[in-house]
């Protein structure tokens, strides 16, 4: 893994972390089975924070982040997204994944509708926000992502990095108060990586709340406000990015960032 | 000097046709047929069997047999005009009426040409949904309740009042669903319409049939037969196994117990038991079961069957489409915000039919052809009724004419049914992995 350089200014004006609580995650713990998956994971996170999830493999960051929108369910523990605590009565679920965006490593974009047909679906039957008003939304984000010409065609028919850029965009049109990313770059090329990189710092710069499982050490530097290390289940250490990278105190930290910073 | 290597092209080469040994008809056959010497054998052996079959056939196909009117007359024609061996055309000529229609009325013949019209006409807006106007839906969703009408005929207030049904469920649902939550508009609407039918439509169709007798000759369910009887049978367990598949198949993959194992058990006991088996039961053993008295029509009995039978096996190759389809798009569409009903109608559906398509109409053409096993219980689909026609004197004998007419007939319906999946699937192609 390396580091991609982020080769732009970054736009900090508007990244401001503020005092509103906007995910609370209390003593919460997981079982696929008889397996522990999570253990007793304690995190809050304020509106307008950009987190940084790492870990090595199997260690559990995309089983948290799914349990933020429920994707996987605990079993014990509390989860609050904005106040509303995910249990399993399914109003408050819908709700609260309407309310957050995802973005998969392997984009799951819808292949049977076009790229404009993805942003609109959503919102016109979630929302029900009128298909006019809809489709304008889409197409704004599109813009944003730097792909409207590419409105009418299948997600086949795009690139890899092109698919992620619509699968955010996607995201976006449900005006979601907070992002989650699991490992949004890892299927892509290194140029695509940049593209994709590229709009989520834009994200970041607009004062997005985001959660991101990633492997770009270089994102996680330079955007993230915090950095969470996670292993077998755990949270092992968490930090501002300076701190983390330059002065880690777990020795599981340690080794773990001189593989994957390579030295 | 040396020598010379630069070069400019000063005079542009026009666009030459390619040669003709890789273009048109005898490009093709090279690259087809004779493209290798394994290949060449292979296409002069075929072209062989071919043509000693066509040789043996023709002959008998074209036999100048059109006017017999009874075996022994057509072997006359035969020795007369120095035939050989040849084909009894006569009976086809003398009985395809029969074979369409059955024992149906002949002054009323127009009845089902018309009901098969229309459903041509009702059929279009679904099959070629990007070709037809959308409004012609509203024609569709009306032809289930004209259908029955004109091919049983009676009083027309009992086909509306079964509409009414639903359109009265449908405002219950309406109504309450937009006051209350949608599910209590299902419940609504489901009451509604039992209540109508149950208790006030026979009355109210009772009333209105003694006021205002709209309607047509009535025709008795053991008139029908021939290629009417298997396609009225085919076309409605066909149309109604698919929703019912889906149905079964969303079931079988429930999260609630109950409702899950339901569908498994009734999957895989309609599996377990042969079609036959069912409708025997539908034919003898469920007038045991019924309150004597009660006329529960033959023909409704088999279609319920059928149906049913052709819904299980619906339900698994739709398990299949469903199995298929990558979780992430269950993910992709549960991260939206999408509930239950929504993701499936919008996202899980349409990929999972679309991928089961060859797997649908499989199943289709099955039961279609399986129509003919009514014969058995003594209704006179096109097979019954050959029995039928054999045992004439007349035609006593005669077996590959009667048969050849037949197979032909229901090849020509499930060659167009697999043809027009090949076009759906074209059409829905839209280049992802
Ligand atoms: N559905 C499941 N059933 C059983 N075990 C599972 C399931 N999904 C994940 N696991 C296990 O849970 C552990 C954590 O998985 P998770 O996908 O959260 O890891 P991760 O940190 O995201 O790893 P990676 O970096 O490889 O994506 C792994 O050991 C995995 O094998
Ligand atoms: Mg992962």
């Not at chain 1, 732009?8 to 972390?17: A, L, P, Q, T």
């Not at chain 2, 036999?63 to 006569?90: F, I, K, M, Q, V």
């Not at chain 2, 697999?418 to 992802?432: F, N």
């Amino acid at each position: 893994m390396s580091e991609l350089a982020i080769d732009r200014e970054i736009d900090r004006s508007k990244m401001k972390v503020s005092d509103e609580v906007s995910i609370e995650i209390i003593n919460m713990n997981k079982w696929y089975g008889t397996f522990h998956v999570l253990r007793d994971i304690n995190l809050t996170v304020n509106s307008g924070e950009r987190i940084v999830i790492a870990g090595p493999s199997g260690s559990g960051k995309s089983t948290l982040i799914r349990c933020i929108n429920r994707l996987e369910e605990h079993q014990s523990g509390r989860i609050l997204v904005d106040g509303t605590e995910l249990t399993s009565d399914l109003k408050n679920i819908d709700k609260i994944r309407s309310d957050v965006g995802m973005c998969f490593q392997h984009f799951n974009l819808f292949p049977h509708l076009t790229i404009l047909e993805n942003c609109t679906l959503a919102p016109i039957w979630v929302r029900k926000t009128p298909r006019k008003e809809a489709i304008d939304t889409a197409m704004h984000f599109l813009e944003k992502v730097k792909i409207p010409d590419q409105a009418n065609k299948y997600p086949g028919q795009l690139s890899g990095g092109q698919q992620q850029r619509v699968a955010i965009a996607r995201s976006l049109c449900m005006r979601p108060r907070i992002m989650l990313f699991d490992e949004p770059t890892s299927a892509l090329d290194p140029e695509m990586i940049k593209e994709v990189l590229d709009t989520m710092i834009e994200l970041a710069e607009e004062g997005m709340t985001m959660l991101c499982v990633t492997h770009e050490m270089g994102f996680a530097r330079q955007v993230a406000n915090r950095v969470i290390f996670m292993d077998q289940g755990q949270i092992v250490e968490q930090n501002e990015p300076e701190e983390f990278f330059n002065n880690p105190q777990s020795e599981r930290t340690k080794l773990f960032l001189s593989q994957i910073l390579g030295h | 000097m040396s020598k010379q290597i630069a070069y400019v092209r000063t005079e542009m080469l026009p666009q030459q046709a390619p040669p003709s040994t890789s273009v048109g008809a005898i490009g093709w056959m090279r690259a087809n047929l004779f493209s290798g010497w394994l290949n060449t054998a292979i296409t002069l052996v075929s072209l062989l069997v071919i043509l000693t079959i066509a040789v043996e056939i023709l002959p008998w196909v074209l036999s100048p047999t059109w006017g017999g009117t009874s075996l022994n007359e057509c072997r006359e024609l035969l020795a007369a005009a120095d035939h050989g061996s040849g084909a009894c055309w006569g009976v086809i000529r003398e009985r395809w009426i029969q074979l369409l229609f059955g024992f149906y009325p002949p002054e009323l013949y127009w009845r089902p040409i018309l009901a098969f019209v229309l459903l041509a006409l009702a059929l279009a807006p679904i099959l070629f949904a990007d070709k037809v106007p959308a409004k012609l839906l509203v024609f569709s969703a009306a032809y289930p309740f004209i259908f029955p009408w004109l091919l049983w005929g009676g009083m027309i207030w009992g086909p509306l009042a079964a509409a009414a049904g639903f359109v009265l469920g449908a405002i219950a649902y309406r109504v309450v669903s937009g006051a209350f939550s949608s599910l209590l508009g299902v419940i609504a609407g489901v009451v509604v319409a039992l209540l109508w039918w149950l208790l006030l439509s026979g009355f109210i169709t009772g009333l209105l049939d003694s006021i205002l007798p709209i309607g047509l000759e009535p025709v008795e369910s053991r008139k029908f037969g021939g290629f009417m009887l298997s396609i009225t049978i085919g076309v409605v367990a066909i149309a109604c196994s698919l929703p019912l598949g889906i149905v079964l198949a969303l079931g079988r993959q429930s999260d609630l117990m109950i409702v899950k194992y339901l569908c498994v058990g009734f999957i895989e006991f309609i599996r377990g038991v042969p079609l036959i088996t069912l409708l025997f039961v539908a034919s003898t053993l469920l007038n045991i079961f019924m309150p004597p008295g009660t006329n529960f029509d033959i023909i409704l009995r088999v279609l319920i069957m059928v149906t049913l039978f052709a819904s299980a096996y619906m339900a698994e190759v739709i398990r299949g489409g469903l199995a298929a389809l990558p979780k992430g798009q269950y993910e992709g569409a549960d991260s939206l915000g999408l509930n239950y009903w929504q993701a499936q109608r919008l996202i899980i559906m349409p990929q999972a039919l679309k991928i089961s398509i060859p797997g649908i109409v499989s199943t289709f053409i099955g039961v279609f052809k399986d129509t003919t096993l009514v014969s058995i219980i003594g209704l006179l689909d096109p097979l019954g009724l050959s029995n039928a026609i054999r045992a004439d004197a007349n035609w006593n004998g005669i077996v590959w004419e009667l048969y050849g007419f037949i197979a032909l007939i229901f090849f020509f319906f499930c060659f167009g049914m697999s043809r027009y999946s090949m076009y759906l699937e074209r059409k829905l192609q839209t280049g992802h992995r």
